[in-house]
């Protein structure tokens, strides 16, 4: 059975950093894509950032720069690097991983930014 965890949420500044990691049960390079998605209040869930077995990555626009997805096959962990954060990225932000094996969703993190 797949098992994610995220960590790393909380409460930040405007301006302000924070890691979010995901460990997963498995072995990540069992799956296609690993990605990261956020769902704000009364919003849909959106895209934030994919990575793939080939290293190639994806960013929605509004984090493009300031955000940074990697992954760590020996710890079968997923990350996501948070900079400049702003209000509006507050949300849930969930692990995601997809392929064959079929896509797992992680509990999710609640990240919250003051102005």
């Known amino acids: 059975q797949v098992r994610l965890v995220e960590s790393g949420g909380g409460l930040v500044q405007a301006g302000g950093s924070l890691r979010l990691s995901c460990a997963a049960s498995?072995?990540?390079?069992?799956?296609?894509?690993m990605g990261w998605y956020r769902q704000a209040p009364g919003k849909q869930r959106e895209l934030v950032a994919t990575?793939?077995?080939?290293?190639?990555?994806s960013y929605a626009d509004s984090v493009k720069g300031r955000f940074t997805i990697s992954r760590d096959n020996a710890k079968n962990t997923v990350y996501l690097q948070m900079n400049s954060l702003k209000p509006e990225d507050t949300a849930v932000y969930y692990c995601y991983l997809g392929g064959s094996p079929g896509a797992y969703w992680g509990q999710g993190t609640q990240v919250t930014v003051s102005s």
């Open positions: 990575i793939t077995n080939g290293g190639s990555t």
């Open positions: 498995v072995r990540l390079f069992t799956f296609a894509v």
